[in-house]
């Protein structure tokens, strides 16, 4: 699903890549159907109303990413990357949690109201935080994009063969980011020591702060009551 700003864009991010290429004792292969970079759902010859537009691409959804993954695309993502994130945390505090960066309730309805319609890739009311639209529609997050985001594709060169081994990826993958978020999130729970009260910081600083500080006391949130998280 979407291209990064390299020329030639393994299957997985590093992290899941080094997973499933030692699980199946090698790297995957293309989909070279999937033009990412230039977009193959885009294109003229795709009959209207089956077309995705330039400025959403495969993207008319918000991910959840999770922690891990914030953390890496934050230590590590391109410099448009980490602007993204960064101003999808002050746009959207709610979307911060213990396990990650999610989509709000209300991205979820118009997701759903998206699929219902049968405007998927056509919607521009609705597309992911971390597109770069005026990169050509590049992915901000390429190498930190969730499971979903990395084993979606629109074509498959092994028809319907391929098409179930991605979603049974996805499945995997999916399953290992909520399990491993919520190991993440409760290693920082329960060996962060929780600061006074009085000392935290108030005011639109703060509340980043006292997302991480939350993450300290369990029973004061409900975030971090449990795997929150929902792809
Ligand atoms: S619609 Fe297909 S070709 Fe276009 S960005 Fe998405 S996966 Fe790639
Ligand atoms: S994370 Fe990247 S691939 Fe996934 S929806 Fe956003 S821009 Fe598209």
Redesign the pocket.
């Known amino acids: ?2 291209a990064s700003a390299s020329t030639s864009p393994p299957m997985l991010p590093p992290l899941y890549g080094r997973w499933i290429s030692d699980l199946l004792g090698g790297p995957l292969p293309e989909e070279q159907a999937a033009t990412c970079s230039d977009c193959v759902q885009c294109q003229s010859h795709v009959p209207e109303g089956y077309r995705f537009a330039d400025a959403t ?3 008319t ?3 959840a990413l999770p922690n891990f993954l914030v953390g890496g695309g934050l230590k590590a993502g391109s410099l448009a990357g980490r602007e993204r994130l960064l101003r999808r945390m002050a746009a959207q505090p709610d979307s911060i949690t213990p396990h990650g960066l999610d989509a709000t309730d209300d991205e979820r309805d118009r997701y759903r109201d998206i699929l219902a319609a049968e405007q998927f890739g056509r919607d521009p009311s609705l597309f ?5 639209a005026e990169a050509g529609g590049l ?4 190498r930190n ?2 499971g ?2 990395a084993t979606w594709y629109c074509k498959h060169d092994r028809g319907a063969r391929g098409q179930r081994f991605w979603q049974a990826l996805e499945v995997l993958l999916t399953a290992v980011e909520r399990e491993l978020s919520h190991w993440c999130a409760c290693t920082i729970l329960l060996k962060r020591p929780r600061r006074p009260r009085a000392a935290r910081p108030r005011g639109a600083g703060g509340r980043a702060a006292r997302a991480t500080s939350s993450a300290a006391a369990p029973s004061s949130s409900k975030r971090s009551a449990g795997p929150k998280y929902r792809p």
Request: some cysteine.
């Open positions: 699903m979407l691409k495969c993207c959804y918000v991910p992911c935080p971390y597109y770069l992915c901000g997050v390429w994009r969730n979903i985001c």
